[in-house]
């Protein structure tokens, strides 16, 4: 398994940007695939993005499609969350996930099939 640790997070204004990174430790995250979720207060933890190990395939949440861009950077072990055009609907604690998919291109939905999981990072959007 590989540890999990994001940082990024913070306070922005509604139209706002941030970009939050997520630093992996463990020489085999280049075969885990990696998601990002989010956990607003009272609600339950969903799904935001994902990529697979090699970056070539992504998937996005229908509500961050278009405003958000999920990238990951093997040869330093880490993965980031680009998020523009922030709303207040965004604001949340923000996840980082990690499944071993093995080197496959497959990607998950699912919050049980990731394994690995970071502490979380705040983002606040005011409006």
């Known amino acids: 398994q590989v540890q999990l640790a994001e940082s990024g997070g913070g306070l922005v204004q509604a139209g706002g940007s941030l970009r939050l990174s997520c630093a992996a430790s463990?020489?085999?995250?280049?075969?885990?695939?990696m998601g990002w979720f989010r956990q607003a207060p009272g609600k339950e933890r969903e799904f935001v993005a994902a990529i697979s190990w090699s970056g070539g395939r992504t998937d996005y949440a229908d509500s961050v499609k278009g405003r958000f861009t999920i990238s990951r950077d093997n040869a330093k072990n880490a993965g980031y969350l680009q998020m523009t055009s922030l709303k207040p609907e965004d604001t949340a604690v923000y996840y980082c996930a990690a499944f071993n998919s093995g080197g496959s291109a497959y990607v998950s939905r699912v919050l049980k099939q990731y394994d690995c999981w970071g502490q979380g990072t705040q983002v606040t959007v005011s409006s």
């Open positions: 463990g020489r085999t995250f280049n075969i885990y695939t």
